[in-house]
Every structure is written in C-alpha cells, then in structure tokens.
T-cell receptor, first 113, second 117 residues
C-alpha cells in the first residue's frame, strides 16, 4: 500500500516568514495529493490539493508543488500569520482506483508573533 | 448544508466494555471513512465504505473492531472488549466520488473522543 512520510514533525516560524512542509510517497500510481489543516480541538479541513497532471498550484498565501519523478510534494505558506498555527497533514491517493487517502504523520506549525 | 456529524462527542468506558460510535455523513456522499487519531499522532485509516461495494477493512487493528453502514448512509463503528490502547479520537469522513472530474475532498466530522479507563 501507499506510504506517506512527512517532514518536519514540528516547525516554528516568525510571523511574516515562510513555512515549508515536505512529503514523500511510495506508490507511483498515486495521482491526488491533498493537504489538510487541523486547528487545535477542531476537525481536519482541506486547504489545497493538487492532481498529478500539474506541477504547482497556488491559492493566495499557500501553494503546493509536486515532483512526480521524485515522488514528493510540498506545502508552502508565505507571509505566515498567527492563524496559520495548526497541524498540517499531507495525503496521497490513487483516485482512479479507490478513494482511500494515506496520510502523513502531520506537522505542527507554530507562528511566533 | 449540514456537515458530517458524529455521536457521542465524548465516551468514557471501562476496559472490557463494548462501545458503539456513530457517524452521519453528508447527504448524498457515497464514500465514508473511519480514522483513528491518537494524541499528537496522525490519522490512522481504519475502514472505508464506497456505495454497495464490499468495505475496505484493511486498516482495522484487530478483530475487536468492526463497522457497518446501513442503507448507504449512517455508519456505526463498534469496538468490543475495549482496551486502554483504544483511547483516541475516532474521526469519520465522507466524500462524493464518481467520474474522472470529481476530486476526493473528504469532509470530516468533529470526532468522538474515546477514553478507556
């Protein structure tokens, strides 16, 4: 099955700086890569996703890049704000086959004011 | 519209007792997933239902865990003879799947926090 590894496990950044989280996956057939944000005590929510037919996607201050050859994808958050503090999970799936997501272990991001 | 709901929100039980956790998915969503999240850990896949297909039970940690989905809607996760290591937040998610253009956004419920004493 798919194995997703996520790094770092914790990340502390100064407000206004950028944060980068990296994930690798094992199954070359995976073609859908979402990122979920989970604030303390709340449910995970999708913040951005990317499909394997594109290399980069951006939505305001967040962007995701995908390198299919190397089987890794990254989340970039620019101009970080205190409300960006949360746990971020990457995931991968082959949605042509089934719709099960394999999640990374999560990254706890703390934005220091 | 209404999101995914779960009940109870908190459950405290004694070791050895059985528990049932309920999930109400978003209406019309054909796929339903159960995950377990231990304190400070990631999301561990447990089981996945898609339409009328046989469920994918590959993530269930032991035969004490089972789940069913009645009428393609509500799902119940049952844990028999609970152990202390079963203590975790159990999250349910649902998604609308079908066709090449539907991406797999999973909408999560608020979770049930299970504590086994």
């Amino acid at each position: 099955g798919e194995n997703v590894e996520q790094h770092p496990s914790t990340l502390s950044v100064q407000e206004g700086d950028s944060a980068v989280i990296k994930c690798t996956y094992s199954d070359s057939a995976s073609n859908y890569f979402p990122w979920y944000k989970q604030e303390l005590g709340k449910r995970p929510q999708l913040i951005i996703d990317i499909r394997s037919n594109v290399g980069e996607k951006k939505d305001q201050r967040i962007a995701v890049t995908l390198n299919k050859t190397a089987k890794h994808f990254s989340l970039h958050i620019t101009e970080t704000q205190p409300e960006d503090s949360a746990v971020y999970f990457c995931a991968a799936s082959n949605w042509s086959n089934d719709y099960k997501l394999s999640f990374g272990a999560g990254t706890t991001v703390t934005v220091r004011a | 519209g209404a999101g995914v709901s779960q009940s109870p929100s908190n459950k405290v039980t004694e070791k050895g007792k059985d528990v049932e956790l309920r999930c109400d998915p978003i209406s019309g969503h054909t796929a339903l997933y159960w995950y377990r999240q231990s304190l400070g850990q990631g999301l561990e896949f447990l089981i996945y239902f898609q339409g009328n297909s046989a469920p994918d039970k590959s993530g269930l940690p032991s035969d004490r865990f089972s789940a069913e989905r009645t009428g393609g809607s509500v799902s119940t996760l049952t844990i028999q003879r609970t152990q202390q290591e079963d203590s975790a937040v159990y999250l349910c998610a649902s998604s609308l799947v079908g066709g090449r253009d539907f991406y797999n956004e999973q909408f999560f419920g608020p979770g049930t926090r299970l504590t086994v004493l």
